[in-house]
């Protein structure tokens, strides 16, 4: 969650409720689509511009690509510019 909220120029921070989730606050500069990002969501990348999904939202406006059959050609989700937030680090 770290790595990706440096990478965007945002902010971890626990939310005051009862489940007390941690989320990326967003900087709306540079993500402009959404104000918070919340640990299952993606964040994309194409060039210098930035955007982050919902998994629901995510599903919906990407389709999976097959690796090809001679294993030639494939990207690993990092070269596609795709990070998916994770909660190996949490809020001290």
């Known amino acids: 969650m770290a790595e990706v909220a440096e990478m ?4 971890i921070k626990a939310e005051e409720t009862e489940s007390g989730s941690d989320y990326i606050q967003l900087n709306r500069q540079i993500i402009p689509n959404v104000g918070k ?9 194409l060039g210098e511009n930035f955007r982050a999904y919902a998994p629901k939202v995510f599903q ?15 990207l690993s989700s990092e070269d ?3 990070r998916l937030i994770n909660s190996s680090d949490t809020v001290a």
Do not use: D, H, K, M
């Open 37 to 45: 990002a919340y640990v299952g969501w993606w964040v994309t990348r």
């Open 80 to 82: 596609a510019g795709l």
């Open 8 to 11: 965007i120029g945002g902010r």
């Open 60 to 74: 919906e406006q990407f389709n999976e690509i097959q690796p090809a059959s001679n294993g030639q050609g494939n």
